[in-house]
């Protein structure tokens, strides 16, 4: 088992920034892979970005590929997602996740999740 809890999330003005972390704790967590996902009302969980165990692997969403910086520290068992540029568009609740073996993009391959921290964008 591993358990994750997220934090840093909040509410920011169109153009901020916030971190959110990722705390891991349980098996050892610099064996799995972590995504963020990401779920806004009445809207499918989307996939944000992800991250290889080793961290030399990283993937990202359109949506926020030059804005968004996933990243990790094994040796604090915690994640993160640097969000830069916010837009309204971006609130939702943010989940991480994590996985055995490499990132993937989909929910469902996802084994482990944390509650969710909710970020809320205002224009």
């Known amino acids: 088992q591993v358990q994750l809890v997220e934090s840093g999330g909040g509410l920011v003005q169109a153009g901020g920034s916030l971190r959110l972390s990722c705390a891991a704790s349980g098996r050892t967590f610099s064996n799995y892979a972590m995504g963020w996902f990401r779920q806004a009302p009445g809207k499918e969980r989307e996939f944000v970005s992800a991250?290889?165990?080793?961290?030399?692997?990283?993937y990202y969403a359109g949506s926020v590929k030059g804005r968004f910086t996933i990243s990790r520290d094994n040796a604090k068992n915690t994640g993160y997602l640097q969000m830069n540029s916010l837009e309204p568009e971006d609130t939702a609740v943010y989940y991480c996740a994590a996985k055995p073996l490499g990132i993937a993009t989909t929910p469902a391959s996802y084994f482990y999740w944390g509650q969710g921290t909710q970020v809320t964008v205002s224009s």
């Open positions: 991250i290889s165990w080793s961290g030399d692997s990283t």
